[in-house]
């Protein structure tokens, strides 16, 4: 079955400090989301990776993925109290058309904390 | 993109009921997901709902405990049967539609269930 490890579990930044996420897959993925979660909410979309070493930005999150598309990372730069939350990978596995099924699995989830 | 609503937001439930979620779409998609967070946990797969015909329920989730319907392309509901403690989660809805350059994902806001 597909796992994904985040790193780190929990992070705590001072505003406007720089900081990465990381995201490891077992096995090959046709596709990587990232999300951000606030307490007891739902997924806000973020991006999707697809290609290996695709490289996409949104404001000041920039999210890449390994040529190998098992690994990806998401930087912030710059960060603000509205970063705090959840941040999750999200994994689209290859099946065996190549193609995908839809059906994601998570990783545990990375804890941002921003204080101002 | 997709815009996603569930009803309720959240309930407080007795042990031994039933609680029926919607999840209602903005526009027809094909693929619906139905997923839950336990408490400190990350997101786990419950069953894609298929239009027309029986949802696909993932390892440790049935038909009995958790009955889906797809009665078109834009709404599905969930029902969490004959709850105890254990069922007490965020339940959240999500589809695969149209982007560019490829399908994404997004979920709904989350049902936030509590059982007694």
């Known amino acids: 079955s597909q796992e994904l490890e985040q790193s780190p579990q929990s992070l705590i930044v001072q505003e406007g400090k720089n900081l990465t996420i990381n995201c490891t897959s077992s096995?090959?993925?046709?596709?990587l989301y990232w999300y951000k979660q606030k307490y007891g909410e739902g997924l806000i979309f973020l991006m999707m990776l697809q290609k290996g070493g695709e490289e996409k930005s949104h404001e000041k999150i920039t999210a890449k993925l390994d040529e190998k598309k098992q690994q990806s990372s998401l930087h912030i730069t710059a960060s603000q109290p509205s970063h705090a939350g959840i941040y999750l990978c999200g994994a689209d596995p290859f099946n065996a058309g190549g193609t995908s099924y839809g059906k994601l699995t998570f990783g545990q989830g990375t804890i941002l904390t921003v204080h101002p | 993109s997709a815009v996603i609503s569930q009803k309720p937001s959240r309930d407080i439930c007795q042990r031994g009921t039933s609680l029926t979620i919607q999840c209602q779409v903005d526009?027809?998609?094909?693929?619906m997901f139905w997923y839950r967070q336990q408490p400190g946990q990350s997101l786990t797969l419950i069953a894609t709902a298929n239009q027309g015909s029986e949802a696909t329920y993932e390892s440790g989730f049935v038909i009995d405990k958790f009955p889906i319907s797809r009665p078109n392309l834009t709404f599905s509901t969930l029902t969490v049967s004959n709850m105890s403690p254990e069922d007490s989660s965020i339940y959240l809805c999500?589809?695969?539609?149209?982007?560019?350059?490829?399908?994404?994902?997004?979920f709904g806001p989350g049902t936030r269930l509590t059982v007694l």
């Open positions: 999500s589809v695969e539609a149209a982007g560019l350059p490829t399908d994404t994902q997004y």
């Open positions: 526009s027809q998609v094909t693929m």
């Open positions: 096995k090959t993925l046709y596709g």
